[in-house]
């Protein structure tokens, strides 16, 4: 079970460094930025993604519970994803047993997550500011690096 705590947590520190790519540096307005009439703003994917790994962490200790939260400013988003996955992080490399097996929570909120940060790197590409393409296999991502500070990218292209 350790290897796969172990891969969670890499899977984890992914989210960080591409989650903070896809945030760092956005537009004044973009996190009220709507596509289309029905679809989300950035404020409210951020929310969406700080409330799925609430709930991964909810599943990990054998309490599934679901929260809809209202959007915080994107600062303050911002900090709210970074500290849930600290939270959950912190719970993969402690020794309390996992209630949820690790497939069930790689294809239900940590995928999901990841592919809200792709829609919010898609819709900075949408407002004007792309974020810059990477060759992500590259990146110096580390289990239990899931902070705001996340290494310079390795290789970026346009």
Known sequence: MAEF???LRHVLATLAYRGSKAVRGAP???????????????AEILAHVGDLLDWALALARGAEKWHD???LRWDDEVVRFHRALVSLDEFLAGQEPLAATPERLLQGPLADALT??????????????????????RAEIAAGRVGPDQPAPVREFD
């Open 69 to 71: 939260s209202t959007p």
């Open 116 to 137: 809200h940060v792709g829609q919010i790197t898609l819709l900075r590409r949408l407002v004007g500011t792309p974020v810059r393409a990477e060759n992500y296999a």
């Open 28 to 42: 004044e307005g973009f996190a009220a930025f709507r596509a289309s009439p029905t679809a989300r703003t950035p």
């Open 5 to 7: 705590r172990d891969f």
